[in-house]
T-cell receptor, first 115, second 114 residues
Framework: AQKITQTQPGMFVQEKEAVTLDCTYD???????LFWYKQPSSGEMIFLIY??????QNATEGRYSLNFQKARKSANLVISASQLGDSAMYFC????????????FGEGTQLTVNP | KAGVTQTPRYLIKTRGQQVTLSCSPI?????VSWYQQTPGQGLQFLFE???????NKGNFPGRFSGRQFSNSRSEMNVSTLELGDSALYLC?????????????FGQGTRLTVV
């Protein structure tokens, strides 16, 4: 079965510093997609970044980058220059494999940005 | 371009009642998926619709059902509500059902069963 593991229940970072949120995944399928979402306290899931299993380069979207290490099955999210508004729950998710097009989510990491 | 719209935002229902939640996807998107989020179980997949057909179903009892209309809008129904059905229900909209297709979520419907 597919599985996403986020080992950091909570993370703290100072404003303007960079932070890395960890994500490891497990699938035997060679074709899959990896996603990161941000969920503020309001509940909406906000798409941040996507990485395909066949992509040669790490994905980047503004202050977000995905450190994709395929052999290690890890897809860590790096947020540069943290802002107070980055405080939220962050979820790593995967699409593909036996799950087909459904998203399989990790447990999430609660990020707090301190001023 | 309007985002994913879920209605209502909040609901309070009594055990044994039924409830219908609505999701309007992004214009042009034909895939709608539903997820249940609870503190104990996290985010769990309910089902996925594409062009009015259910393509994928999660491990939920038959009390949970859904459908998709020709305009891609989707509804989810839960019958005989139980206290454990209290959750945030999220709808995701995608342009297709490919593995690399981005999924965009609505703000969710927060259901409380008392």
């Amino acid at each position: 079965a597919q599985k996403i593991t986020q080992t950091q229940p909570g993370m703290f970072v100072q404003e303007k510093e960079a932070v890395t949120l960890d994500c490891t995944y497990d699938t035997s399928d060679p074709s899959y997609g990896l996603f990161w979402y941000k969920q503020p306290s309001s509940g909406e899931m906000i798409f941040l970044i996507y990485q395909g299993s066949y992509d040669q380069q790490n994905a980047t979207e503004g202050r977000y980058s995905l450190n994709f290490q395929k052999a290690r099955k890890s897809a860590n999210l790096v947020i540069s220059a943290s802002q107070l508004g980055d405080s939220a729950m962050y979820f790593c998710a995967m699409r593909g494999g036996r799950g087909g097009s459904r998203l399989t989510f990790g447990e999430g990491t609660q990020l707090t940005v301190n001023p | 371009k309007a985002g994913v719209t879920q209605t209502p935002r909040y609901l309070i229902k009594t055990r044994g009642q039924q409830v219908t939640l609505s999701c309007s996807p992004i214009s042009g998107h034909r895939s709608v998926s539903w997820y249940q989020q609870t503190p104990g179980q996290g985010l769990q997949f309910l089902f996925e619709y594409f062009s009015e057909t259910q393509r994928n179903k999660g491990n939920f009892p038959g009390r949970f059902s859904g459908r998709q209309f020709s305009n891609s809008r989707s509804e989810m129904n839960v019958s005989t509500l139980e206290l454990g059905d209290s959750a945030l229900y999220l709808c995701a909209s995608s342009s297709s059902i490919g593995r690399g297709t981005e999924a965009f979520f609505g703000q969710g419907t927060r259901l409380t069963v008392v």
